[in-house]
């Protein structure tokens, strides 16, 4: 969860246009979106208690509304899509930023262009209501305006492994949201919930989030006479979000591959299993020179890794 970003909302705007401006809260370091997204969560809450509308009502869908008034706004998020499909892969380190894009269509009296508009996309696990942990972007989406009404858009999602993650649960799939904010004059450190426009949408697509993995080989003795025994070892470890560190991928098929001098095609000699430290050990024959490598297919939290081949000389 964003942590580092709960001190500041954003109080910058989303320009339509080829440049967009980060926001204080963006220029901090800390996760801009995180900010308004809370703040359209909480207007859409005084929104409905002034209504009297059910309880749950972020599914609902939105009822028009002109720009300038407090409420829910003429607006949608479609066409979503998340590191162009593919899944996420975090590391224990370094920041992992993911590109998104999508279409935003508002009415023609929504102006977001006004300096205290901001949207943005999301992605989350757990319910809509209450997400368990949610993911932001840390700069500010730029839009190009289409027409009046339609603005395409392209921004990113960015993790944080110390700050994002909350253990290993994160690896899995998660749901998209979208959300805008029209803070109407108010302060966005300090607003009054019943004055700011706001739009909330769910089940804008999803998105795999997976443990990033790390395959090693070694082959010996180097050089080894035709005929004899080569032993070949390596180590398949992936990312532990609860501690932030590579452990060992226990009880995991491994291909051990070899491609010999002079091919650009390996092929598979057998499957060796991992133990209980994710090591890998099994003995072949030695016959030519070439390369030796594991190669792991993946699961679902973890993505394929395949070592680099290492040459042995056979004399």
Not at 29 to 35: F, N
Not at 71 to 91: A, C, E, M, R
Not at 252 to 277: A, E, I, M
Not at 288 to 310: E, I, L, N
């Amino acid at each position: 969860m964003r942590l580092r970003a709960t001190v500041a909302a954003v109080s910058g705007a989303l320009a339509l246009s080829a440049l967009a401006l980060p926001s204080a809260a963006q220029a901090d370091g800390g996760h801009g979106s995180t900010g308004p997204a809370a703040a359209a969560r909480a207007a859409q809450a005084v929104s409905a208690a002034k209504t009297a509308a059910k309880t749950g009502a972020r599914s609902v869908a939105p009822a028009a509304a002109a720009a300038s008034t407090p409420g829910q706004l003429d607006l949608t998020f479609s066409k979503l899509t998340v590191n162009g499909g593919k899944p996420i892969v975090v590391g224990t380190t370094l920041t992992k930023r993911v590109t998104t894009s999508y279409t935003v269509t508002h009415a023609a009296d929504v102006n977001v262009l006004a300096k205290d508009f901001f949207l943005d996309v999301s992605i989350y696990r757990g319910s809509f209501d209450d997400p368990t942990n949610e993911l932001f972007s840390d700069a500010a989406p730029v839009c190009k305006a289409v027409s009046t009404t339609v603005a395409t858009c392209k921004g990113q999602i960015a993790v944080w492994p110390e700050f994002d993650l909350l253990g290993n649960a994160d690896a899995t799939k998660w749901k998209a949201m979208g959300f805008a904010v029209d803070y109407n004059g108010q302060d966005p450190e300090n607003p009054d919930l019943g004055e700011i426009g706001f739009a909330l949408q769910d089940k804008l697509g999803t998105a795999l989030l997976q443990r990033a993995s790390k395959q090693s080989v070694n082959a010996s003795p180097e050089p080894v006479k035709k005929g004899k025994t080569l032993t070949v070892t390596g180590w398949l470890s992936r990312a532990n979000f609860d501690d932030l560190k590579y452990h060992g991928y226990t009880a995991q098929p491994v291909k051990l591959q070899f491609r010999k001098k002079g091919s650009s095609t390996y092929t598979t000699v057998k499957t060796v299993t991992t133990n209980n430290k994710g090591d890998l050990k099994t003995t072949v024959k030695a016959s030519v020179d070439g390369y030796w490598r594991y190669s792991f297919a993946g699961t679902s939290t973890t993505p394929a890794a395949t070592a680099t081949g290492d040459y042995v000389d056979v004399k």
